[in-house]
């Protein structure tokens, strides 16, 4: 059985203050049923790990390819790890497009954080004329050939899919249409890496989730949680929508 995953990316938002949202959040899921994953500003990773109580886990939200070295600005996997970090969100499609980041970016940066111990949250996720081009299966196919790295693992594999046109905008995929590719990506998973794995990776859907469309969206087939952005930031929201997972 897949453990469900709510996961929150803060994006560039948070300053000292907002800590105390996390506290909030930990006081109302001291024993969840499922993974929570807040993945906050890197200024805010270490103070973050020590407020957010046991049951919650702290992330990235990017890291480079190197272990160290001359990269002004830049964040290595083992210092996210040694800041608290467990986990890193790579690939999200801010980072692709702000920073021109493609797919092979992508899978090098998940080598040096599966090296440094991090679990890697791949985000993948078609843009409007894709999909209306009906070219957003083929767009998915390359994004997880090109980004999943070989030596993933069952555990260390959380897979994000997120229509581009859907981040931020109010705007949501049917039911019918998440689900045939959450299905399509499972179906990838397990083609490439076997069974053990394929089924053991966890699949999120993420595109303005909020508490009002959670529980309909978790029902879809191969959704095994969500990657949420402007409703992470508050705790009465985000802990409406891990209530709706658990
Ligand atoms: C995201 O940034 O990954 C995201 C899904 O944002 P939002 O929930 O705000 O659409």
């Known amino acids: 059985m897949r453990r469900k995953l709510a996961a929150g990316n803060w994006k560039m938002n948070g300053l000292g203050a907002n800590l105390a949202e996390l506290e909030k959040l930990s006081g109302l899921h001291g024993a969840p049923d499922c993974e929570?994953?807040?993945c906050p500003p890197a200024t805010l990773i270490s103070t973050a790990r020590v407020?957010?109580?046991e049951q919650i886990a702290i992330g990235g939200q990017d890291c480079h390819e190197n272990t160290s070295g001359a990269?002004?600005?830049d964040i290595s996997a083992e210092m996210l790890k040694d800041?608290?970090?467990s986990h890193?969100?790579?690939g999200h499609s801010e980072?692709?497009?702000d920073h021109d980041e493609s797919d092979s970016d992508v899978r090098q940066k998940a080598c040096a954080a599966i090296e440094a111990g991090l679990k890697v949250v791949i985000c993948v996720g078609e843009s409007l004329e894709e999909r209306e081009t009906n070219n957003t299966l083929d767009i998915i196919g390359g994004q997880l050939a090109?980004?999943?790295?070989d030596q993933v693992t069952g555990e260390n594999l959380v897979v994000a899919y997120e229509p581009i046109w859907a981040i931020g905008t109010g705007k949501v995929p049917t039911l019918d249409q998440i689900g045939e590719v959450h299905d399509f990506i499972r179906t990838r998973l397990e083609r490439r890496f076997g069974e053990g794995v394929?089924?053991?990776a966890r699949i999120l859907y993420g595109g303005s989730v909020k508490p009002g469309n959670a529980s309909e969206i978790f029902a879809v087939s191969n959704v095994d949680g969500a990657l949420v952005g402007g409703a992470s930031l508050k705790a009465d929201d985000f802990s409406a929508i891990i209530t709706a997972l658990e």
Do not use: C, F, K, M
Request: zero cysteines; a positive charge; glycine letters at 20%.
């Open 36 to 38: 929570i994953l807040i």
């Open 88 to 90: 890193v969100i790579l």
């Open 198 to 200: 394929g089924r053991s």
């Open 83 to 85: 800041a608290g970090a």
């Open 51 to 53: 407020q957010a109580g």
């Open 146 to 149: 090109g980004s999943i790295p």
């Open 95 to 97: 980072r692709r497009e």
């Open 71 to 73: 990269h002004t600005g």
